[in-house]
T-cell receptor, first 114, second 114 residues
Framework: NAGVTQTPKFRVLKTGQSMTLLCAQD?????MYWYRQDPGMGLRLIHY???????AKGEVPDGYNVSRLKKQNFLLGLESAAPSQTSVYFC?????????????FGPGTRLTVL | GENVEQHPSTLSVQEGDSAVIKCTYS??????FPWYKQELGKRPQLIID?????GEKKDQRIAVTLNKTAKHFSLHITETQPEDSAVYFC?????????????FGKGTHLIIQP
């Protein structure tokens, strides 16, 4: 099993450009999450999904959109990138909340917005 | 929403000594408290977790304690080794009001001095 994978690993954007980050998991997990990590700030939840076709806002959702068209994939979109979105983005997944809440993280995507 | 405070931000200990990292949380409804270890440039990895119906959990050199009344939990690492050097994050899972997800502390940089 590959676990949780993220594409791309690195990306540089100019202000105003758009892009989509892809997260894929092969563990048949119901729950998927997008976090951003900034120096000294820990990880902050952007959006999450509790199942195929569902999405919900987390702590810092502004400027991002997400989609969960397939159970194994969770996409994070930036429609008009801003320098404040320079960060490392981590995707995570978990089987369930009650029985097995452990979240497994992907390797991260380092995004720089100039 | 949940708020997690983590202390200290940096902890330096001699190899072989013990290290303790402390976290407090604000939402009494939080019921799951994981600890993650993150090495430089890597993804967060779960090292131990505890649920709200348990007061203490131990796994070899690592233990976590939870005080629900005081709303704080701690990570204890005994007989520290050089490979324990990393950033450690505590987190609390909240679920309510239509929201879900982990709230992370800002991290503790643990340095093991030879």
């Amino acid at each position: 099993n590959a676990g949780v994978t993220q594409t791309p690993k690195f990306r540089v954007l100019k202000t105003g450009q758009s892009m989509t980050l892809l997260c894929a998991q092969d563990m048949n997990h119901e729950y998927m999450y997008w976090y951003r990590q900034d120096p000294g700030m820990g990880l902050r939840l952007i959006h999450y999904s509790v199942g195929e076709g569902t999405t919900a806002k987390g702590e810092v959702p502004d400027g991002y959109n997400v989609s969960r068209l397939k159970k194994q994939n969770f996409l994070l979109g930036l429609e008009s990138a801003a320098p404040s979105q320079t960060s490392v983005y981590f995707c995570a997944s978990s089987y369930s909340i009650g029985g097995a809440p452990e979240q497994f993280f992907g390797p991260g995507t380092r995004l720089t917005v100039l | 929403g949940e708020n997690v405070e983590q202390h200290p931000s940096t902890l330096s200990v001699q190899e072989g000594d013990s290290a303790v990292i402390k976290c407090t949380y604000s939402d009494s409804a939080s019921n799951y408290f994981p600890w993650y270890k993150q090495e430089l440039g890597k993804r967060p990895q779960l090292i131990i977790d505890i649920r709200s119906n348990v007061g203490e959990k131990k796994d070899q050199r690592i233990a976590v304690t939870l005080n629900k009344t005081a709303k704080h939990f701690s990570l204890h690492i005994t007989e520290t080794q050089p490979e324990d050097s990393a950033v450690y994050f505590c987190a609390a899972r909240y679920s309510g009001g239509g929201a879900d997800g982990l709230t992370f502390g800002k991290g503790t940089h643990l340095i093991i001095q030879p």
